[in-house]
DNA sequence: GCCAACGTTGGC
DNA sequence: GCCAACGTTGGC
């Protein structure tokens, strides 16, 4: 099993909304970034995956998903209609993949970024390097352990 | 609202 | 294949 990081701007789409969809998940649609989709491609059901509100104030990990669903393609890229339509991608070879992603558990506090960047223990995460801009990111086991950690010792 | 960092595009 | 221009992300 391996660990993850997604990021999402809760006027988009928020930890609330995921927890609404129950069950059944949500799909991660609108990735338009190679690397990140190239991670989705490695996920497999059942792998755990911080969620993180971006664009507030502050930003920071507010609970635990899980994926639901293995990647597969994005049915936004071949609607002309949506946001994220992409011309170039066809359905004998799309460019793009969602993965399903559902609620497993809130933190008792959201983690705010800042408490991250402060740890010397997390040094070595993409989310704290400097100029990191993926919205989907792998997080190693031991990083993964001591946010957990940290969680249940937050204020924010 | 600003701007640094980064990815993508397209002219050459 | 280089690189300038442009668009986007996302913290502050």
Do not use: C
């Not at 460019?95 to 008792?108: N, Q």
């Amino acid at each position: 099993m391996q660990y993850w990081l997604m990021k999402s701007e809760p006027d988009e789409f928020s930890f609330d909304d995921l927890e609404a969809k129950g069950k059944k998940g949500e799909m991660w649609d609108g990735v338009r970034n190679y690397q990140a989709r190239n991670f989705m491609r490695d996920m497999r059901v059942g792998d755990q995956v911080f969620f993180y509100h971006s664009n507030t104030t502050p930003p920071g990990i507010v609970g635990i998903a899980e994926i639901a669903k293995m990647a597969y393609p994005d049915p936004t890229q071949f609607d002309p209609e949506d946001d994220h339509f992409d011309a170039k991608s066809t359905t004998d070879n799309p460019r793009w993949d969602v993965v399903d992603v559902r609620f497993v558990r809130r933190f008792a506090h959201k983690l705010p970024l800042s408490d991250l960047k402060d740890d010397a223990a997390l040094d070595d995460m993409y989310l704290t390097r400097k100029g990191n801009r993926l919205s989907v990111m792998p997080v190693e086991k031991d990083e993964w352990e001591h946010i957990l950690d940290l969680s249940e010792h937050a204020d924010g």
